[in-house]
């Protein structure tokens, strides 16, 4: 099957620092990919739709100030959370859905757990 | 407004029975569904995707059925084992906004 990488998995950062999450496509090309964001518990929240050469598209109430998305290339998207702040800590989570028959189903990163402090 | 629902937040289940879960919708009408597992701390594996015309779609010991007229999908694992213990999600693709959106996951524990 498809394969997402997703680095790092895990991040502690002071206040106000910004940290880069990135997704990578490992077997296919991906001109769209998925940022989700899960607090303990709950389900995955889309955040943004970052798609290749083009700008990102942010659900309603998502900062695009604060969560920079840049899909540079069709294997690689990344997500900045900038200026981060403690309720920024949490769990996120990238995915993207290979082209052809298999264009129905998300293929997800690991998941990188920030913690701010 | 669009909901998807799980409608058990916790299942907990003696290992060989058949653990049932329930995803609800309303204000949708997907071309066709999906189920995810996720441990703890990882992200989402695909399982199953059934599509409208479809009732039923088997792997293995899993079992889901589409009813588009309940706005209904039920998940079954047959025999189920300690290891099947996990988060299960259904999901729907919002087709107007081509992204995949998810219900809020039942939480499944097999106890031996």
């Known amino acids: 099957g498809a394969v997402v990488s997703q680095h790092p998995s895990w991040v502690i950062c002071k206040s106000g620092t910004s940290v880069k999450i990135e997704c990578r496509s490992l077997?296919?090309?991906?001109?769209?990919m998925f940022w989700y964001r899960q607090f303990p518990k709950q389900s995955l929240m889309l955040m943004a739709t970052?798609?290749?050469?083009?700008?990102?598209?942010?659900e309603q109430g998502v900062e695009k100030d604060k969560f920079l998305i840049n899909h540079a290339s069709l294997t690689l998207s990344t997500l900045t959370v900038t200026s981060a702040h403690p309720e920024d800590s949490s769990f996120y989570i990238c995915?993207?859905?290979?082209?052809?028959?298999?264009?129905?189903?998300?293929?997800f990163g690991a998941g990188t757990r920030l913690s701010v402090l | 407004s669009q909901k998807i629902e799980q409608n058990s937040e916790a299942l907990n289940i003696q290992e060989g029975k058949t653990a049932t879960l329930t995803c609800n919708y309303t204000?949708?009408?997907?071309?066709?569904l999906q189920w995810y597992r996720q441990d703890p701390g990882r992200g989402p594996v695909f399982l199953l995707l059934?599509?409208?015309?479809?009732k039923e779609k088997r792997k293995e010991r899993l079992k889901v059925t589409f009813d588009t007229t309940l706005k209904q999908s039920l998940f079954h694992i047959t025999a189920s084992q300690p290891a099947d213990s996990a988060t299960y999600l259904c999901?729907?693709?919002?087709?107007?906004?081509?992204?995949?959106?998810f219900g809020s996951g039942t939480r499944l524990s097999i106890r031996p």
């Open positions: 995915s993207a859905r290979p082209p052809g028959t298999g264009r129905n189903i998300q293929y």
């Open positions: 077997d296919f090309q991906a001109t769209t």
């Open positions: 970052s798609n290749e050469g083009s700008k990102a598209t942010y």
């Open positions: 204000n949708y009408s997907p071309a066709y």
């Open positions: 059934i599509r409208e015309n479809e």
């Open positions: 999901a729907l693709e919002d087709s107007s906004a081509s992204k995949i959106i």
